[in-house]
C-alpha cells in the first residue's frame, strides 16, 4: 500500500517563503518522485522532479519556478521537500507530490508518468 501525505502549504505575502515535504509510506528510494501545482480552472503543471539518489539524484525544474525552489529528499525519513522562495501571486495552486509508475527511471514532466499522487496542499501568495 502506497500513501503520500503533503504539508506545509499555506498563506504568505508575495516575496515570502514556504517549505513543503511530502512523508511517503509504501517503497520511495527507488523512484523519482516529483512536484506539480493545479490552480482552479488551469492543467496541472509540473513543478520539479529528482531522480533515485543510487543513479544520480539529478533534479529539474520547471523553468518559471527555476533559482526560487528548491526539491529535495530524504531517503532515511521517507521524505520529498519543496524549498520555495521569492513566492509570486501566480504560484497560488495546490501543490500535490507524485510517485513515478516504474522504479530506476528518470525525470519525466508528464503528470500521466507518475500514478501515486498527495491529496494536495494549498499555497496562496497574496500581492
Known amino acids: 500500500q502506497v500513501q503520500l501525505v503533503e504539508s506545509g502549504g499555506g498563506s504568505v505575502q508575495a516575496g515570502g517563503s514556504l517549505s513543503l515535504s511530502c512523508a511517503v509510506e509504501?517503497?520511495?528510494?527507488?523512484?523519482?518522485m516529483a512536484w506539480f501545482r493545479q490552480a482552479p480552472g488551469k492543467e496541472r503543471d509540473f513543478v520539479a522532479a529528482?531522480?533515485?539518489?543510487?543513479?544520480?539524484?539529478?533534479?529539474e525544474y520547471a523553468d518559471f519556478v527555476k533559482g526560487r525552489f528548491t526539491i529535495s529528499r530524504d531517503n532515511g525519513k521517507r521524505t520529498v521537500n519543496l524549498q520555495m522562495n521569492d513566492l509570486k501571486p501566480e504560484d497560488t495552486a495546490a501543490y500535490y507530490c507524485?510517485?513515478?509508475?516504474?522504479?530506476?527511471?528518470?525525470?519525466?514532466?508528464?503528470?500521466?508518468?507518475?500514478?501515486?499522487w498527495g491529496q494536495g496542499t494549498q499555497v496562496t501568495v497574496s500581492s
Open positions: 529528482i531522480m533515485p539518489t543510487p543513479i544520480g539524484g539529478r533534479t
Open positions: 509504501g517503497s520511495f528510494s527507488m523512484y523519482t
Open positions: 507524485a510517485r513515478r509508475s516504474s522504479t530506476w527511471t528518470g525525470i519525466s514532466s508528464f503528470a500521466d508518468d507518475y500514478s501515486q
